[in-house]
């Protein structure tokens, strides 16, 4: 999901900045932004359904919290923004098409000042999403290649096996 999060925090920087380009972006945003919902749907429900393996022991307490509630923050947001966008484009009748005639229904009463509040909510979100992210994977970034912890091994969707001792390096 992440290069689809920063995809789309570009695409939404650019929408705004390159006018001559709004169509076309937009055209991605909508269709990506839904992907970005389901995926974070898909993720949640998976997440529910199995506890996360333990935290490192290089772990302090105060990391293991912080770790615990930027993940709660991130599955909030991934699911808060594109129903907020969602919500502003049906308060100002704009369909969510996905792809040829393929429209999502609206999910939000018509109102210019629902529109208006929605659009302001949904760039703030924007924001938040962005330094969320990008502290987040600064900290993966820090224990990867420098702790050298495998945290990441924690975060794979899939199985992987303990590193072997390097030679001359006793076991823990």
């Not at 930027?70 to 599955?75: C, I, P, Q, T």
């Not at 760039?123 to 993966?140: E, K, N, P, S």
């Not at 001792?165 to 823990?172: I, K, L, N, S």
């Amino acid at each position: 999901m992440a290069p689809m999060v920063i995809a789309q925090l570009l695409i939404g920087v650019t929408m705004v900045a390159a006018l001559s380009y709004y169509p076309l972006l937009l055209a991605i945003h909508r269709p990506l932004g839904v992907l970005i919902l389901i995926f974070a749907v898909l993720r949640l429900a998976n997440r529910l359904r199995h506890r996360p393996p333990p935290f490192l022991s290089t772990m302090s307490g105060a990391e293991r919290r912080i770790a615990t509630w930027s993940e709660y923050l991130l599955y909030a947001l991934l699911l808060v923004q594109p129903l907020t966008g969602w919500a502003m484009l049906s308060a100002a009748r704009f369909p969510v098409t996905l792809v040829g005639p393929l429209r999502l229904p609206g999910i939000a009463p018509h109102s210019i000042d629902a529109f208006a509040v929605l659009r302001e909510c949904h760039g703030a979100f924007a924001f938040l999403l962005f330094a969320t992210f990008t502290a987040h994977m600064c900290a993966v970034l820090f224990h990867t290649l420098v702790l050298r912890d495998r945290l990441l091994d924690r975060m794979a969707l899939w199985r992987v096996r303990p590193a072997a001792p390097e030679p001359g390096q006793a076991e823990r």
